[in-house]
Structure formats: C-alpha cells, structure tokens
C-alpha cells in the first residue's frame, strides 16, 4: 500500500486544483520559503480527520481554504483527495485503489467520502486503522516538530508510542 | 496478559538501542520506563550519551544532538510499528554534513518497507529522491507544483 | 512626558516598517501597540504580510516567513537602540537561499556599528565573516577552537 | 568599544583554558554538532551575569562546570572572562582595555571581578548598563530562540523593546 496520488483544490495556498502523483519510494519536496510545502504535508493531516486547527496552524478549522489573495478571489470550498495504491489487498477493502477524501465549506461544515461515497471520518479511521494511520497521525512530523518529542514529559512519550502500538 | 503497549515498549526500546550507535557512532542510548512497576501508567525516559561524553542530561545536549536523539526515536517507533508512508518535513534542518549522511542512510533502509514524503532545503537530502516535486508561488499567492522524476526531464503537474 | 518605552517603541516600529520590506520585498509589516491609550501595560502585536499573500494571521506563516519576520523585529531593536555587539547563533537555519542572502545584507550593513558574532553551519554565512572560529571536540569530549582570518593562513589558538 | 577576547576554562565542554581573540567585524563560529559553538554563546550570557539555569540550557547553575569525560575527570570551578576594548572611552572608566569576570565552584559560590578585583554582579551591570547589555541580553540570540520571539504574549514583546530601550 502508498500513496499514489494527492489532490489538493482550494487548500491553503492550492486554489487550483493540484495533483501531486506519488510513486513508492522517496519523494523530495522543495522550494521556496512560503512557497507551500508544509501547506502539502498540512493537507495530508487534514484528510486523515485532524480536529485541530493549531496542529494545523490555523486558528480555525476555515484557516484551511484558500482565504484568497491581491490577485485572486477567496474560496467558498477546501478539498484534498487522496488515492491509495492497494493492489496488495493490505486495506480491507475489495478495490485495488481507495480514494479517501475531505471538504470543507466556509460554512463549517465538513465532509468526507471514501471512493466518492460520502462517510463519517470514522469510517476512514476504521478502513486506515490496521495501517497504523491512528488520529494522531505520528507518521507525520510537521516543521519543527522533532523537539516537541524530546521535550516532552514522559508521559507524552509514552502517549506516543501507544499510538503507534 | 502483556499489554499492548508493553509489548510495543519492548519492541521499540529495541530498535533505539539498535538505531542510536548508527547515529552516534561510539554512543550510548536507552529508553527506560518511568515505573516498570505500573505499565498502565509508566511514562518513558530517553537516555543519550553522544560519544567521549559524560553528560546524560537531556537539555545540555546541543541543538544538533538533539535532533537526531529525536530522529532515532522516531525511526525506532517506525522499525518497531511499521507504517505503509511517513512525511517528514525539514526534520534534518540542524545537521551538520557528516549526521545529514548518516541520516540519509538509515531514512534510505526505510524506503524498502515504507513510502517517504521529505521536504527539505538540504541539496543532499534531494540527492536521494526518487522523485523530486518542485513548489513554487507566483505573485499571485497560489502554490505550483512540477515533477521530475530523478534522472528524467521535468514535467509540470496541471490541474 | 514621552515614557522610555514610547519613545523606544516608536524608533522600533519605524525601523521595522523600514526593514520589513527589505526582507520581504513587495510585503508590508507593522508594529502596533494593543493598548495605545494605556501606554503603561500596552503589549505590541505584529502585523506581516508576505509579498502576494492576503493572510495576516502569524500562524499561518511558513517557517522560514516566521524566522524572517523575527528577525525583521530583532534587527529593528538593533537599530533603533544599537548596542556594542551581537551573538546570533543558527538564526538562518530555515531560510531558503534567496532570503538567506537578503539577511546576510542587512547583516554586513550591522558591521558598521557593531561588532558580530554568528554561529552556523551555512557556507554563505561563512563567506561574509571577517575572522573565522573552528571548534572541534575529539575523543575526550573537550573542545578546542581554531582562527582563521579571512585572507589568511589558520592558527591554533593556545591555552 | 567592542569584545576583544572571550577566555574560557572549566566551562562546559572548555576544559582547557581556551583563548577565542576576537575583532571589529564579523566573527563567524562553525563546526561540527556538539562541538562546543553554543557553549561559547551560553558562556558570554554567563559572564554577563545570566541567573537562569534554564537559559543555560542546565537545570542547576553547577551544570555549566566541565563534568569531565571518559578520558579526563571534572573540574572544580568554572570561569570565562571577556576583555573589552575600550580605546573609545565609551565606558565610564579610564582604562583602554577593561576585563569582566565570573568563576563558579562546585559548591554553588559565584565570583565575578572587574580588572582583576572582585565586585558584585549589580557593579557590571552598572558598568555595561549604558550600552545596553541589560540582564536579559536581547543582544544575545540563542539557538532556537528567534521563534519564541515571534509566539510571544503582545506583554512578552512589550518587555523586550522595553530592556532594549
Ligand atoms: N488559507 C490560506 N489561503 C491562502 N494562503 C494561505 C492559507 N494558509 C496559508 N497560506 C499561505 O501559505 C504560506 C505558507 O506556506 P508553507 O508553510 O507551506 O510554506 P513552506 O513552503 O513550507 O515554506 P518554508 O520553507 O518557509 O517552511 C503562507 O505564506 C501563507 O500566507
Ligand atoms: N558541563 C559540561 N561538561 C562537559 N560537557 C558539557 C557540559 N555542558 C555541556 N556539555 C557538552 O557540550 C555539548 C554541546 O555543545 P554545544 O551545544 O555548544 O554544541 P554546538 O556546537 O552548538 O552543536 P550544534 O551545531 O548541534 O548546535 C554537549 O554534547 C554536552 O555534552
Ligand atoms: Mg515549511
Ligand atoms: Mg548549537
């Protein structure tokens, strides 16, 4: 199982729809300072079903559509779309690949669909779960991330490796 | 019964033990349970002695050490609990030239189990990629992206 | 009378609004007081939009935007109130290059008035120094120091 | 007036007495991780009278003695000097070439000198107090720190330019 492609339209800094095809392997993102990098990494989060908007720099859950800029209107919508190779059957799921996804209106109001079928984000917490893709998401460590682990208390680290248990 | 995170506790103070001397070479690290005695409450100690050190504590280890005590946590959680993908993003930024190789090396034993998304701003850490996504933003506040594939000609992800 | 604080704020937030735009060219920043009327417990917020971007929010930044931004705000201090010397150690750790070199400007244009001492492991950075320190630890966890004036053969500094 | 030399011996990872000769200008400090280059920095915000533990990245004041190493045994007594070049008079002394003090033994007692003559802390803060090497150094910069800065309480940014002021 991987990732083989993620889709980000009117997300953060993605006003148009963006396709990022993703292979096995190691892929390098680079690019300039505000360029929009960790704004991917954020989408990943985001439609994995993360609650909070300070794990995801915002200071609301809205801080993730495209707030518009000097050139470009706002948006009403943020989507991100993932499309998961499962050729070898690791999700429990008949289908070869698994399209998890997660909209958000201006409104408030989110909603996730797996294969285009509209779901709870608890049904893609249950489909990802053997996976080891917990809440949590410890598989992703966002900019800066990596002192908060030594620096926390060792109940937190404990918390952490639970998680990934 | 051993609980699940006993076990996992077990599988990952392994792997750190393992993974801390390939890091600093010549060291010496230890997970430790705060209160072996009381699994379901126990936190979990790091100890880190870089080599030709006397000093265990934690918050004297420089800004460098610190990162990569904090790398081989997580890659022994990843070798310990495997995952299908893992992003890591700018996690290599205080290495000096000789750690950032002997990160790559271990991130690269990963690739054979596991899918790895790394930003980065460090020309070797680009050496490794298998694909490489350029992101850029013009005047008009909205993020681009362009693919190359490592070895190949660019081509621009459209929409 | 003008309190200390207000007239000092006052040089700040024009040094700011001087060279906020010189790190981010085409953007805008402000330093604004909470409490203008309350000049005793005031606090100052920082206002920064990058070039192209509408956001304002701080958080929102990315994290070579925030490192900028704070060092638009330390480099105000500087100027408005300079002292004899500065030490910034990796303050440059997340920026790209572009950015790297804008800070590295306004850096030499410090050297007029002050002496400065960096600490980093960027090459770039090491090319603007005048006088070069090289500390090494070896086996015996004790550190020992190297100086090389740029231009010049090294030479061990002794005990 | 401008730093001339930082003299360092038993402090930290300093356990020969170590000589940095500094200049107007630029001094750019490298090397490896580990190698000592913070140490110098918590060094110069030691002998400027720093109080906090936590600032030196120790948790006692103690842990800023050299704790020894496989190959050689602690040491009983930090110290750092600085040696300021005051050829422009611009601080309220007659001497061209001033030197600032501070040693500590393992029993916890602190000594600070001026020119050789003991003194308190409040007479070098009194010395330097008119170039703006307050106590809480905002001149100083440590690793890491320039975020904290930025994630400031409005009060907290406040107090900074205040100390600068
Ligand atoms: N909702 C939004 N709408 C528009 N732009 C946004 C939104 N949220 C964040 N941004 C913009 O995205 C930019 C930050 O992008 P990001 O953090 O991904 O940068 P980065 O490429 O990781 O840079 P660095 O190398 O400095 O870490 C900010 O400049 C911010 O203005
Ligand atoms: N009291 C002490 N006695 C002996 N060694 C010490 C003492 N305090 C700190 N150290 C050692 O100093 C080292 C840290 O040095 P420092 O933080 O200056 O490194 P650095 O050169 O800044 O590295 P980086 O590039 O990673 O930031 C640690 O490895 C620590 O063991
Ligand atoms: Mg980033
Ligand atoms: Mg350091």
Not at chain 1, 14 to 43: C, M, Q, Y
Not at chain 1, 95 to 121: D, K, L, P
Not at chain 2, 114 to 142: C, F, N, P
Request: aromatic content about 6%.
């Amino acid at each position: 199982m991987y990732l083989s492609s993620v889709i980000l339209h009117g997300f953060k800094s993605f006003a148009d729809k963006t396709v990022l095809d993703l292979e096995r392997g190691i892929t390098v993102v680079v690019g300039p300072n505000g360029s929009g990098k960790s704004n991917v990494v954020d989408a990943l989060t985001w439609v994995l079903g993360s609650h909070s908007a300070k794990s995801l720099r915002g200071g609301q859950m809205a801080d993730v559509i495209f707030a518009g800029s000097p050139e470009r209107r706002g948006f009403g919508r943020a989507s991100v779309e993932i499309v998961i190779d499962n050729a070898a059957g690791t999700l429990p799921v008949d289908y070869s690949e698994v399209r998890v996804s997660r909209s958000m209106f201006a409104s408030g109001e989110t909603e996730y669909a797996i294969n285009g079928e509209a779901c709870r984000q608890l049904d893609i917490a249950e489909l990802l779960s053997d996976t080891g893709l917990g809440r949590e998401h410890h598989q992703i460590v966002g900019q800066g991330r990596l002192e908060a682990i030594l620096s926390a208390r060792p109940e937190d680290r404990r918390a952490f490796i639970e998680e990934a248990a | 019964i051993r609980s699940v995170f006993a076990e996992a506790f077990h599988d990952v103070a392994e792997a750190f033990a393992e993974l801390f001397p390939r890091l600093f070479p010549g060291g010496e690290g230890r997970l430790v349970l705060t209160d072996p005695d009381d699994l379901l409450d126990t936190g979990v100690e790091v100890e880190a002695r870089p080599p030709g050190k006397r000093v265990k504590r934690l918050s004297l280890l420089s800004g460098g050490e610190r990162s990569l005590t904090a790398l081989a946590i997580l890659f022994a959680i990843f070798r310990a609990r495997p995952s299908p993908f893992y992003v890591l993003d700018e996690v290599e930024a205080a290495l000096d030239d000789v750690n950032l190789q002997r990160f790559l090396t271990v991130v690269a034993e990963f690739r054979e189990t596991s899918q790895l998304i790394l930003v980065t701003h460090q020309k070797r850490t680009m050496e490794v990629a298998d694909l490489l996504y350029g992101v850029s933003m013009h005047s008009s506040g909205v993020s681009r992206v362009i693919s190359q594939r490592m070895g190949e000609q660019p081509s621009a992800a459209a929409s």
